[in-house]
């Protein structure tokens, strides 16, 4: 069973607008999340991270947001640019383990 | 550092072939990871090694697949017999201890016909 989840196969937004991606985690003992983007032919690539203990973490055009008791975090990519377009996975790491469990992904698509 | 590396990087097989899928771990990294990537289940952890050990392979679908892991610097996953459903691209990926994230290599699309 998938212990997280990306429900949003794909999204499009306005160069210059805000992408908001969303994922789900099933297990509260998930200690850590990381962000993946991902271009065609390519292997997926480290964006952002963040750690129970927080609830944000800021990184240029990029802040992730968790929100424990919903088991839910977000990507924020402010302003998006034509070469954000890609597939973003999110991933969660229990704290007694070193894998990390990926979600489906979500394709963003930034219309210039 | 040439990062991970993985060969080769596509691979056309008949059903009920034997594939052979390489990866080359970043050097000093003690930890690798084979994933797959399919629409469904997106990138699915099939095993993963520490220190060349295998850890956890309760991913790996079936017992027609196997990885091996003889020395810090080279990992293997196998399929013999290959079916059409295994049909996906496979990552290598590998990390160090207490690092958090890790480091995918191209990865292998392999098609099985």
């Known amino acids: 069973d998938q212990q997280v989840k990306q429900n949003s196969p794909s999204l499009s937004v306005q160069e210059g607008r805000i992408s908001i991606l969303n994922c789900d985690y099933t297990n509260s003992m998930f200690d850590y999340f990381l962000w993946y983007k991902k271009y065609p032919a390519e292997g997926p690539t480290f964006l952002i991270s963040i750690s129970s203990i927080k609830d944000k973490n800021e990184d240029g055009r990029f802040t992730v947001f968790l929100n424990k008791s919903a088991k839910h975090l977000s990507l924020h990519i402010v302003p998006s640019q034509p070469g954000d377009s890609a597939v973003y996975f999110c991933a969660a790491r229990g704290h007694t383990g070193n894998q990390f469990y990926f979600g489906t992904g979500t394709s963003l698509t930034v219309i210039p | 550092d040439a990062g991970v590396i993985q060969s080769p990087r596509h691979e056309v097989t008949e059903m009920g072939q034997e594939v052979t899928l390489r990866c080359k771990p970043i050097?000093?990294?003690?930890?690798l990871f084979w994933y797959r990537q399919t629409m469904m289940r997106g990138l699915e952890l099939l095993i993963y090694f520490n220190n060349n050990v295998p850890i956890d392979d309760s991913g790996m679908p079936e017992d027609r697949f196997s990885a091996k892991m003889p020395n810090a610097s080279f990992s293997t996953l196998k399929i013999q017999p290959s079916e059409p459903r295994d049909s996906a691209v496979y990552f290598c990926?590998?990390?160090?201890?207490?690092?958090?994230?890790?480091?995918f290599g191209s990865g292998t699309r392999l098609t099985v016909v």
């Open positions: 050097s000093g990294h003690n930890s």
């Open positions: 990926a590998s990390s160090l201890t207490g690092q958090h994230g890790y480091t």
